[in-house]
């Protein structure tokens, strides 16, 4: 499972901590965490404050505040860095088994036009030489369609024209996801702005290898952005297994014809009766990924209710009322608040340095994870 995070600045190391309780709460083996505006030389010590003991790289190299940081667990992935820049990592991803391989690309876009251009011309050329799956995860600063903001400027075309020539050009897709549709939000009471910036753009290669891949959006925490979970669900194989069942609405998909010809135009050379049934096979996974683009489509309404919690729940049913965003910022004031003492207490209590031991209060989401799942 890995998840990508603007988290807006690691140098607190309350805040250090509090990242790293979340994504242990949320059993992560792997994390993109963005905009760290951690200087080089305390780049070790906020690491360890996440409580953490895994490998991590970063693009140091080319920005002074290491804007992009890739953490993951070294028992379970094999991760081999290939290029990065100031905006972008791409590395290339294995697990231990050696049985689930891709290439993938953090980014952290600047905010200006400009210079977000750079980027997707070092994507293009990154892109053109990629056959295997290969997916494109994190904050990309700019929108994808009209209704990817509300309030604030209205969206023009030219916002999105450039990142959408990129997607046609080289054959990517969004990621469906689970949860709210927006991913950022200012949270300020007046003058309040809700934008969809996060995301995720994968190959026609990574939608046919693994499709039971999900996303899922999830709540802001102490971030102004909602971190993006990315995993795989498992599936068993049942001598009773669900016959596969063509949704005709897929031919309305633009993409449907082409996939279908990729697929059917490999030659086979057999017998005619088995080579059509070779053929039947191997199109059938095609058919599920644009099934499950629909099925997706059609649940997300209701998923989008069902993931948000309590508090956020009142705040995405009237994203206007200025209270309602008050409470999200009252209460994410009062965890880190609340966190920073709890410290001071321990400290005082047990006359050691606890943080090296990366505890971060991992007790009590521990048990609240439990209480959860049960």
């Known amino acids: 499972m890995m998840i990508s995070w603007n988290v807006r600045g690691l140098d607190k190391h309350v805040r250090s901590m509090e990242v790293g309780a979340h994504l242990t709460m949320n059993k992560v083996s792997c994390v993109a965490l963005l905009e760290t505006r951690v200087k080089i030389n305390n780049k070790e010590k906020s690491r360890k404050h996440l409580g953490l003991d895994w490998h991590f ?42 049985d689930f391989s891709h290439f993938l690309t953090v980014i952290y876009a600047q905010n200006q036009l400009t210079n977000r251009r750079k980027l997707w011309a070092d994507l293009q050329t990154i892109g053109i030489s990629i056959s295997k799956p290969w997916i494109i995860i994190g904050d990309f600063n700019n929108v994808l369609r009209s209704d990817d903001r509300i309030e604030g400027s209205e969206v023009h075309e030219f916002e999105y024209r450039d990142l959408e020539y990129l ?93 279908l010809k990729n697929s059917w135009q490999q030659e086979i050379v057999e017998r005619p009766m088995f ?49 309602y965003c008050r409470m999200v910022k009252h209460w994410t004031e009062e965890l880190l608040k609340q966190t920073e003492l709890e410290e001071k207490i321990l400290k005082q209590k047990a006359k050691i340095d606890w943080i090296q031991l990366g505890d971060g209060n991992n007790a009590y989401f521990f048990a609240n994870l439990k209480a959860k799942n049960k």
């Open 57 to 98: 790289i970063d693009n140091y190299a080319h920005h002074l505040n290491g804007r992009i940081w890739l953490g993951w667990d070294h028992r379970l992935w094999h991760i081999k860095e290939i290029g990065a820049s100031d905006q972008y990592l791409h590395c290339e991803v294995s697990n231990s088994r050696d």
């Open 167 to 259: 997607m046609e050009s080289l054959g990517l897709f969004e990621h469906d996801t689970k949860g709210p549709h927006f991913t950022w939000s200012n949270k300020h009471a007046d003058g309040l702005i809700y934008s969809r910036i996060d995301r995720a753009l994968c190959n026609r290669q990574w939608f046919t290898k693994y499709q039971d891949s999900v996303i899922e959006i999830l709540q802001p925490h102490i971030s102004d952005h909602s971190p993006l979970k990315l995993s795989l669900e498992t599936t068993t194989v049942s001598l009773h297994r669900r016959r596969f069942q063509f949704l005709n609405v897929v031919i309305e998909n633009p993409e449907y014809m082409e996939q």
């Open 275 to 323: 080579r059509l049934w070779k053929k039947l096979i191997r199109l059938q996974p095609v058919m599920k990924a644009l099934n499950k683009a629909v099925t997706e489509e059609v649940r997300k309404i209701q998923e989008c209710r069902d993931k948000l919690d309590q508090a956020q729940k009142m705040l995405q049913s009237d994203v206007r009322n200025p209270e």
